[in-house]
């Protein structure tokens, strides 16, 4: 006997495969907002941990800043001290400068010079006299550009002959000189050695 289905099994094999890709389209669909979700998840994680490394090197770069801020507070006020103290040591030294070059004068005037006029504007003394000789002036020139610790750069401005008359005396020939010449402030002078120190002599 012959058994022949005349129910629409066509039409319900249909259905079943629609019914399986809806279910797989609701599956893929929802394994696709899963995913989406853990990387927009993973993604504001990093986002917040960039943020939080942004303001703590903000917060550090505002630290430092007022570190250097400090710093160069501290710079100009140290410089601020050295000008005042270099100012002060040059007051110190200035205040004893006029003794310094009426001796250093004395010292390097040679015999047969005589200075009639000292003046000194800033560190530049110009200086007068008459001499016995062009050699004596020379002379002079020579001590106050080598032989000089306070004096240097001895510029010679002009020199004539001329016939003076001293008191009591007779006229004679003499030269008239005028000169420059600049102040200077000697080296500071070398460390003394440490009380103790052994000092080692060399022998021969």
């Known amino acids: 006997m012959i058994l022949i289905n005349l129910l629409p099994h066509r039409e319900e094999k249909r259905q079943q495969r629609k019914r399986a890709f809806f279910a797989g389209v609701m599956l893929a669909?929802?394994?696709?907002?899963?995913?989406?979700g853990a990387w927009y998840t993973v993604l504001q994680q990093m986002t917040n941990a960039q943020v939080s490394r942004n303001d703590f090197l903000k917060a550090e770069i505002a630290?430092?800043?007022?570190?250097?801020?400090?710093?160069?507070?501290?710079?100009?006020?140290?410089?601020?001290?050295?000008?005042?103290?270099k100012s002060v040591e040059d007051l110190q030294i200035d205040r004893n400068t006029p003794v310094h070059l009426l001796d250093e004068l004395a010292k390097q005037t040679p015999e047969g010079v005589y200075l009639t006029s000292i003046k000194q504007t800033g560190q530049v003394v110009a200086v007068t006299g008459v001499a016995q000789t062009n050699e004596r002036v020379s002379e002079f020139?020579?001590?106050?550009?080598?032989?000089?610790?306070?004096?240097?750069?001895?510029?010679?401005i002009e020199i004539k002959s001329?016939?003076?008359?001293?008191?009591?005396?007779?006229?004679?020939?003499?030269?008239?000189f005028s000169l420059r010449v600049t102040l200077k402030?000697?080296?500071?002078a070398p460390p003394a050695p440490a009380p103790g120190a052994a000092v080692v002599k060399k022998t021969t």
């Open 29 to 36: 669909g929802l394994v696709g907002v899963g995913i989406a």
């Open 63 to 85: 630290r430092l800043d007022a570190q250097v801020k400090d710093i160069a507070t501290l710079r100009g006020e140290i410089e601020a001290l050295k000008a005042r103290q």
């Open 141 to 156: 020139l020579r001590n106050t550009a080598y032989n000089a610790a306070w004096l240097e750069r001895p510029e010679l």
């Open 162 to 176: 001329a016939n003076i008359t001293t008191a009591g005396r007779e006229a004679r020939r003499l030269y008239e």
């Open 185 to 188: 402030r000697p080296q500071a």
